[in-house]
């Protein structure tokens, strides 16, 4: 059984920095491409940034800059560091692994940016 735990979130004033991590289980995670999705209030999860098993990295073009996907194999860890946060960075961030007919979502983590 696939399990995906994301933590990190919290409240962050506008340009601060966040790192998100998302652990997994019930995967050989090495094998596996990995992404972080978020969706804001009223508005559709989009994608975020994905990592492939070799590390290649991409990006929403929106984000390209101010955040860094990075994964750590050995402790079945993948990381969303998050810069120059801005309130429209406002979302539940979501860990994602797709594996066939299959899609696997964590349970969110939230991320609020305010003064």
């Known amino acids: 059984q696939v399990q995906l735990v994301e933590s990190g979130g919290g409240l962050v004033h506008p340009g601060g920095s966040l790192r998100l991590s998302c652990v997994a289980s019930g995967m050989i995670f090495s094998f596996n491409t990995i992404a972080w999705y978020r969706q804001a209030p009223g508005k559709e999860r989009e994608l975020v940034a994905v990592i492939t098993p070799g590390g290649r990295a991409n990006y929403a073009d929106s984000l390209k800059g101010r955040f860094t996907i990075s994964r750590d194999n050995a402790k079945n860890t993948v990381y969303l560091q998050m810069n120059s946060l801005q309130p429209e960075d406002t979302a539940v961030y979501y860990c994602?692994?797709?594996?066939?007919?299959?899609?696997?979502w964590g349970q969110g983590t939230q991320v609020t940016v305010s003064s």
């Open positions: 994602n692994h797709n594996r066939g007919a299959y899609t696997y």
